[in-house]
């Protein structure tokens, strides 16, 4: 029982962080993603206004 308790721990070990930092590998592009579309919306919303 023991010996099942280790194995699963090192199991554990080896898996859960990298899940973790791919993770936050993806939240970074995500970001860069989101801010460029914002800049754009306003931009284009502040064009149109004026144009009208």
Known sequence: MDADKVYSETIAKEYVPKLYYKTVALK???RKVK???AAF???FGAA???IF
Request: charged content about 40%; hydrophobic content about 35%; overall charge positive.
């Open 35 to 37: 801010k460029r579309a």
């Open 48 to 50: 149109i206004t004026l």
């Open 41 to 43: 919306a306003c931009k």
């Open 28 to 30: 970074k592009p995500d």
